[in-house]
């Protein structure tokens, strides 16, 4: 049992909590029950769980009798200073983070989505999410987006970050190139000016493009790219998350409607 | 100037926005600058808005020379012990809620958006603004949901909650009898077994329910509601306020198209 703060894989765990991405030996930080349980579906190589003492029962019960995991059980004083034990539930497990390639991500048969600098974790998280619930092909963080390995961007994404291909890094150019090079028509989500997503043709293969909260699509992407704004009254704009997942829905309404 | 913590209004404020609803004296609490604009563009009365230090040229600048609100300057320091003063931007307005009749709320041409157990304030608030945006007549903040005046409530409803009519503190027999008595027809949303919305008949006055985060719709509205079900593949679930948000699109679509 672990018990001291100084630990190397606590220190090493904080770490990557507070600066929101990978453990410095790599790993990504998935907290709660539901994303071990999410990361075993998925088929991730998990490298150990950390669990609160206090929690070491329920895990057990969790992962059943057969389990190869790895348990390192933590002083539950100990384990609160590692993580915010409410939202980590007493659990987290270390995992290799996944890996694809830019084709897997772009290449695939539903739509591309491109984060192009949204901020909130929360907000992307919920993103990726509806973008393996609607068939997109993948995720591109540009540079500029939160990580998807902060771990607050994992828990929003319940686990589709552990299976829907994506790859970040790319500065916005590289990325637009990346798109061009494939002959991938681009779509750009806009407060307003963009034709209604009801009205464009999102069946086809294409990349669908989110901006930041505050500032939007970026030039270099918006550039030859045809606007959407979806229809609305009152309002300055949608929560990020539920504008990415509306026009989400309706590629995929329109590609289930065309066939 | 406020120079201690000890000061009334500042207890009550803590109060208020530690148990997430109205101060003591009955107004709601709306933290960041784009709050008061919303607020004074929404005709709420505003009380008082109180500034911290070191943001009062800014908020003097914003508000412009004419403005009459009543303007209390607070203590850096004292400030940031009654808010977070990172997501207050240093000014956080105190207003009469906006008050409606359930009529007001429930028979408006658009759908009538029910929450019922909601328990994000983040989600909630997101689903306000999405009911404004897609012409939805109200909403129905069912008792077991998160308050509308939680100070998160209405910083994710971005201003929505100052113009939706909504109403508050129904027991969820008396919000579905209240639905009845309209003949208002209930759209249940479910995890599994509903009809797509795209199927669904959404164009004509109905109630789209959206259950909490865990445990879904409860009984009693449920009883007699049709199903509805986003067509979704991998995932268990949406983001509940993404899933609010297509539903409220996908009916706005319907209107817009049937007329």
């Not at 059980?73 to 939202?87: G, H, I, L």
């Not at 500029?144 to 902060?150: A, D, E, L, Q, W």
């Amino acid at each position: 049992m672990l018990t001291s703060p100084a630990n190397p894989l606590l220190k090493d765990l904080r770490r990557a909590i507070a600066r929101g991405g990978l453990t410095d030996q790599g790993y990504l930080v998935a907290e709660t029950f539901h994303l071990l349980d999410e990361a075993l579906r998925s088929n991730l190589e998990v490298k150990v769980a950390l669990v609160a003492e206090s929690a070491l029962a329920a895990v057990r019960d969790r992962l059943g009798r057969s389990s190869r995991i790895r348990l390192i059980v933590v002083e539950d004083a100990v384990f609160r200073k590692a993580a915010d034990t409410e939202s980590s539930q007493g659990v987290i497990t270390l995992a290799a983070p996944p890996s694809w390639t830019p084709d897997q991500a772009l290449c695939g048969p539903g739509p591309a989505l491109v984060l192009n600098g949204v901020q909130d974790p929360g907000n992307a998280g919920a993103m990726v999410r509806a973008a393996e619930a609607f068939g997109a092909s993948g995720v591109l963080f540009v540079k500029g987006t939160v990580s998807p390995f902060n771990p607050k961007t994992l828990r929003a994404a319940a686990g589709s970050l552990f299976r829907v291909p994506f790859i970040q890094g790319l500065e916005v150019e590289e990325a637009r190139a990346a798109l061009d090079q494939r002959g991938i028509p681009v779509y750009v989500t806009l407060a307003r000016g963009g034709a209604a997503p009801a009205d464009a043709d999102l069946a086809r293969k294409c990349a669908l493009v989110i901006g930041s909260e505050a500032h939007g699509v970026s030039e270099p992407l918006r550039r030859g790219g045809a606007g959407l704004t979806i229809p609305t009254a009152g309002v300055e704009s949608l929560n990020a998350a539920a504008a990415a997942g509306i026009v989400l829905y309706e590629a995929q309404r329109q590609r289930t409607t065309a066939s």
